[in-house]
């Protein structure tokens, strides 16, 4: 299996006369540069690196590759917005399929219409251009284990994978259940408001339950949540380059969500830490991804107790302890060499997690506006939860009762439990509870955080998944970038009904600099004229503005900018570039 490797960002310049010129006359505040950033980022306004492509919270876009804090006692504010609502959104599901699944994703499939409720527009229902692909956790263990789960695997087109699993393969399994859409589609989708590759009358929310399902609870119990993701997405050499061509939009809102009821144990293709060893048949398969993956209280799980392999009980404050960042040397992290982690390593064996989220951010020019990742896993339900809630590995029944030498194992205890299917007792193990509950994924939460604000966590524990499915539908929603002023604009003729905004609006488009085509240079039209009162984009003869009140879309101040555009149009293409911007200078 070849590396894979990062996708490059274009550079960048920009027209330093015509921006100085224009932000001059606003009397705006120069933005100061107090940091030294690494590349592909730069100082967003107040002095902390942020992506090359955003401003810090409270900052904009100066026009001219900076950030700036608009200066609103000056008169006048310069923002730079986005020509057309970025309403593509392709969202990829990462679905547990190992055994124990199959209630969760049921809860799953149930609240999955809330999400897509969410996602309609706020004034005509309509949903965005949608694309929705499904991979599986199953990434096998690179040949551990010859038999059972997470052996060798028959794939769908007939082909075997010696090793890794689904290869993270986009699922769109026919049986069981016999799930209504094109034969050949790779994933669902839905524009301009009709379906793309199922058929017309059919919903979606019922497409994606039948397929959601099919994946089943048969898949590798040593899952591989995140890099399922790497190999769906980035990877080269795994025979997916046509599902990442043919699903990513450049312009699109990208959206990585998964459920799952256990730890990522992400470790392909260095997958020496798995197979049968005689020193790890006193615990489950799965628990050397714990205590070779975490540490509680600054200390490594690998160190006794318990200790790896493990040899004693251990319980320690859930809320002190992390998913390890030691992680071994590994060449598809981009090392030169790997490990050999098929013995005890004073490294971690799993994939570098900050590794994996660059790649999946380095997919867009946009990261901050442009990606979403939500996990349902194992995590305590509240806050009250969390602070009392235990890490904990105990002697369980064997599952495999073809051992008799070993009727107690030793594994790792759920962090969390259903509220219907409660234990008994959280001291003692509950085989039926344990089936609705979850051990707590550390390292999932840790590669949610990476994304920031735009990382959402929720429990697997919940009664029902109603909230997180809206949540993760609502915070799409705003990812839709709409033409908002945000600031209080001074209202030139009280007299007369609404806001009456005295702005100058201009398309900005990025062009190839002539001297250097691999890079762009931004070029502004005249000025537009506002619109007549009554205007329609039927009746313009040109391209005009005017500020629509919408607390919908705008919700902060209820402004929105809204330009027109006259068939056959010489200000700008008649189909606009999605990096097209708008430069609005309004008087405040």
């Keep these: ?59 904009y876009d100066d026009g001219n590759g900076g950030c700036w804090l608009p200066d609103t006692q000056s008169g006048s504010l310069d923002v730079y917005l986005p020509a057309t609502a970025r309403r593509q959104l392709d969202m990829l599901f990462m679905i547990d399929n190992s ?38 956790s199953d990434l096998g263990t690179g040949g551990g284990f010859r038999y059972g789960a997470c052996a060798p695997t028959t794939l769908p ?31 669902l989708e839905y524009k301009n408001g009709a379906p793309v590759n199922y058929p017309a009358g059919v919903d979606i929310n019922g497409v994606f339950a039948c397929l959601a399902s099919n994946l089943g609870e048969l898949g590798c119990g040593e899952e591989h949540q995140l890099q399922a993701f790497e190999f769906a997405l980035v990877a080269r050499g795994v025979g997916n380059e046509e599902q990442q061509q043919a699903f990513l939009r450049g312009s699109a809102v990208l959206a990585l969500i998964f459920i799952t009821d256990e730890d990522d144990c992400s470790a392909a293709t260095n997958d020496g830490m798995f197979g049968d060893f005689s020193a790890l048949r006193g615990e489950s398969a799965s628990l050397r991804c714990a205590t070779r993956g975490h540490e509680c209280g600054g200390r490594k799980l690998t160190e006794a107790p318990p200790g790896y392999p493990t040899v004693a009980s251990f319980s320690h404050p859930f809320a002190d302890c992390k998913a390890r960042t030691d992680t071994c040397a590994n060449t598809t992290d981009g090392d030169p060499e790997g490990t050999d982690t098929s013995v005890p390593t004073d490294c971690s064996p799993l994939k570098d997690i900050k590794y994996m989220a660059d790649e999946i951010k380095a997919l867009k020019d946009d990261p901050d506006r442009q990606i979403l990742v939500a996990g349902i896993f194992g995590w305590p339900l509240s806050d009250a939860d969390m602070a009392t809630a235990k890490y904990k590995i105990d002697l369980v029944p064997n599952p495999n009762t073809a051992d008799p030498q070993h009727p107690m194992v030793y594994d790792y205890w759920p962090v969390c439990y259903d509220p219907d299917h409660a234990p008994n007792s959280k001291d003692e193990f509950d085989p039926d509870a344990s089936g609705w509950a979850a051990t707590g994924g550390l390292r999932n939460a840790a590669y949610v955080d990476e994304f920031g604000k735009n990382g959402l966590k929720f429990s697997i524990c919940q009664r029902d998944y109603a909230d997180s499915m809206t949540t993760i539908g609502r915070t799409l929603a705003g990812m839709f970038q709409n033409a908002c002023i945000d600031f209080d604009l001074a209202d030139v003729d009280e007299a007369a009904p609404g806001l009456q905004a005295q702005c100058s609006v201009f398309w900005r488009f990025a062009v190839p600099d002539p001297g250097d085509p691999s890079k762009s240079i931004w070029q502004e039209g005249p000025p537009l004229p506002s619109c007549p009162d009554g205007a329609t984009a039927a009746t313009v003869v040109e391209d005009c503005w005017r500020l629509v ?35 609005a200078r309004c008087r405040v």
Excluded at 11 to 27: E, F, K, Q, R
Excluded at 157 to 185: I, K, N
């Design 1 to 59: 299996m070849s590396n894979w490797r990062l996708r490059g960002r274009r550079g960048a310049t920009w027209l330093p006369g015509l921006a100085l010129a224009v932000l001059s006359a606003c009397g705006r505040t120069e933005p100061i540069q107090t940091v030294r950033c690494p590349a592909g980022q730069h100082d967003g306004g107040d002095g902390k690196c942020v992506s090359e492509s955003v401003c810090s919270e409270g900052y």
């Design 549 to 583: 009140g919408d607390t919908s879309r705008c919700p902060k101040n209820g402004q929105r900018l809204d330009v027109l555009r006259a068939a056959g149009s010489n200000a700008g293409p008649p189909a606009l570039d999605p990096a097209t911007k708008i430069h």
């Design 99 to 136: 055994p124990g699944m199959s209630g969760k994703v049921s809860k799953m499939n149930a609240q999955f219409p809330k999400l897509l409720a969410a996602l309609k527009d706020p004034v005509d229902a309509a949903l965005p251009d949608l694309r929705i692909a499904l991979i599986s």
């Design 157 to 187: 087109d007939g082909t075997v994978s010696f090793g890794y699993g689904d290869l993270g393969r986009f699922q769109m399994r026919t049986s069981p259940e016999a799930c209504t859409f094109d034969a050949g589609a790779l994933f």
